[in-house]
């Protein structure tokens, strides 16, 4: 019991220093010995709690130099979620379905986004020439595409949770893509321009269909 | 850096028990001892792993009981999204635009679900007399609302995301509800209302355009 209550007293001591202003991102954590003396606890708990702390993603860990704020929390989410297609808790159905309502979100903020032009300009030349290349190339620019509609959206919570399902999403990608026939492959690409085409001549109704005919073709291949 | 290598030995262990199928939510984990012996570790690496797992959700731990996988990530990331607008990293202007645009999401899967009747009398439910309600009465309903929508759209990702950032919303929530007047409140409890009836009698661009209205609502109370 001491234990438990040892390290939660380590994670809230930090979020108060947080919340009071006196800890921001960059700034160095006071030292393992400095917390020992602070919150009378023993190494031990003061060690858990940091690790409770690095594990959240608050703070990071720097070997031989110290613990720094860092708020870092997408390799954490990752592997939540990553954790959790491992325990078989969540679907592959419902991955595809998320990533298909997420991205036409993510279309629309992208859509309205006043900086669009240096965006689309990455968009062509991720497209370009996309069939003539190597599977694995096709593998790495469709998934610099999509996370590329991501950035465009210009909103770190969906760019956080769309980069911590990516790992997981890359893998599926991988699957689907090599098992897909070269008319599949035309079909994709062709949803891909689309999209990007939509976006360059501001055709809202156009990007929102043809990220639905994207989403039909995989669906197709996948069941 | 021997600690460090420790800790990860045991999540890793751990892991590679579930990928193979040895491990399930709500099995038991080796004792603490058990895992000393096998890993060739100290208790102190293996109790820094326990925690670990515990952090991504992977496992509970009862006191006097042992180690079970849990599964559960929600609270974990709940924890993540809180620590992220407490360092500012995440305005309170990308939380609605990313609630806006998820929330739109959720319609559209809501409104596919077969078995929507259910969901449907509680949304009844829980507008009844909504505007002769106090504040915190209202308050709870409201958020009720929101949630029941994504439950209805039975997507566990979504289910989990937006439960992560619901404390914190939940927060901005009572700071918008007791900053407005009451036509505000009325404008708000029209809009659920025309939320719930879209559904009621499957008319999707209505509740589209009722989501749309919500926000604008709020937005223009917010800023």
Redesign the interface.
């Known amino acids: ?1 001491s ?2 209550r040892g ?1 939660e007293k380590v994670i809230n001591y930090v ?1 108060e220093l ?2 009071s202003g006196n800890l ?2 960059g700034s160095e954590l006071p030292s393992e010995r400095q917390l020992t003396n602070i919150l009378e606890l023993s190494r ?1 708990s003061v ?2 709690g940091l ?2 702390l690095e ?4 703070i990071k860990s720097l ?1 031989g130099s110290g613990n720094y ?1 860092s ?1 870092s ?1 997408s390799e ?2 990752q ?3 990553e ?2 297609i ?2 078989r ?2 679907s592959m159905k ?2 595809i ?2 990533r298909k ?2 991205e ?3 279309y ?2 992208a859509f309205e986004n006043k900086n669009k032009t240096v965006y689309i300009e990455k968009l062509s030349v991720i497209l370009k020439d996309f069939l003539s290349q190597p599977l694995e190339e096709q593998i790495k620019r469709d998934t610099k595409f999509h996370r590329l509609l991501v950035s465009m959206a210009e ?4 760019d956080i ?1 769309m980069g911590s ?1 990516s790992k997981v999403y890359l893998d599926w990608v991988r699957d689907v893509l090599s098992d897909m026939d070269n008319l599949g492959m035309q079909h994709l690409h062709e949803a891909h321009l689309r999209i990007y085409k939509s976006l360059a001549e501001e055709n809202k109704v156009e990007g929102i269909r043809a990220i639905e005919e994207h989403y039909s073709i995989i669906e197709k291949n996948v069941w």
């Open positions: 019991m234990t438990t390290f979020l947080i919340q921001k991102i031990n060690r858990e690790r409770s594990d959240m993603g608050i070997h704020i708020g929390i954490n989410m592997r939540s979620f954790s959790m491992l325990l808790s969540i419902e991955i379905s998320f309502s997420i036409l979100s993510v629309e903020l909103n770190q919570i969906l949770v399902i």
